[in-house]
C-alpha cells in the first residue's frame, strides 16, 4: 500500500477545511464494539464526556483545528428508518458537536442526484482526499490517499448541499 499521510497529520495541516463525509449503515470498529453492545441494550450512550479518555485525543485535535480557525464538517448518509449503529452515532454526536464539529444527516433517499465517490472520506481544504475503505462488515480495509484535482472536486460536491442537511436523523 501507498504510504498514507496520518489523519492527525492532515488535520493539523488543514488551513480552511476538513469535511467528512459517512455513507455506511453500519460500522465494525473494533474499539466501539463493547460501547455499542451496552448501547443496544440500554439505549443510552455509555461514553459522553468530552473530556473522557474514549474521546480525548480526538477532541482535542479537533479542538485545535477549530481553534486555527478551520471549519470541521461531517455528513452522515442513512437509510431510513435508521438502524442501531446509526442512533448509537447520533447519540454520541454530542461530543462531536462539543469538539467543535458541524454535524449534518443526509437521507439516502435524498441523495441520489448526488454525484459522490464509493468511499467515506476526508477531505482537506478542498484538495486532499483520505479515503476510508472498509470491508463488507464494517472493519476497516485501510485509508488510501488522493490530490487529483477531479477527485476532490468530487467530493466537494457535498459541499454545496451541507448547509440544507437535517441536524438529526428520523427513525
Not at 480552511?16 to 455499542?36: C, K, P, Q, T
Not at 480525548?56 to 452522515?76: E, F, Y
Not at 485501510?142 to 438529526?168: D, H, I, N, W
Request: charged share 25%.
Amino acid at each position: 500500500m501507498p504510504n498514507v499521510t496520518a489523519f492527525s497529520e492532515l488535520l493539523a495541516g488543514a488551513e480552511h477545511s476538513a469535511v467528512h463525509l459517512e455513507m455506511r449503515d453500519s460500522y465494525g470498529i473494533a474499539g466501539e464494539a463493547a460501547e455499542f453492545e451496552q448501547f443496544q441494550r440500554t439505549g443510552v450512550h455509555p461514553d459522553l464526556d468530552p473530556e473522557g479518555e474514549g474521546w480525548s485525543g480526538w477532541v482535542s485535535m479537533i479542538r485545535a483545528a477549530v481553534a486555527r480557525g478551520v471549519v470541521v464538517r461531517r455528513a452522515r448518509i442513512v437509510s431510513e428508518p435508521v438502524t442501531a449503529y446509526i442512533r448509537y452515532e447520533h447519540a454520541g454526536t454530542v461530543v462531536n458537536l462539543a469538539a467543535g464539529e458541524q454535524v449534518r444527516w443526509l437521507p439516502r433517499r435524498r441523495a441520489s442526484d448526488l454525484a459522490l465517490p464509493g468511499n467515506d472520506f476526508w477531505l482537506f481544504d478542498g484538495r486532499i482526499v483520505r479515503f476510508n475503505h472498509f470491508t463488507g462488515d464494517g472493519v476497516s480495509a485501510g485509508p488510501e490517499m488522493c490530490e487529483g484535482p477531479a477527485v476532490a472536486k468530487l467530493c466537494a460536491g457535498l459541499e454545496l448541499r451541507y448547509p440544507a442537511l437535517r441536524t438529526e436523523p428520523r427513525g
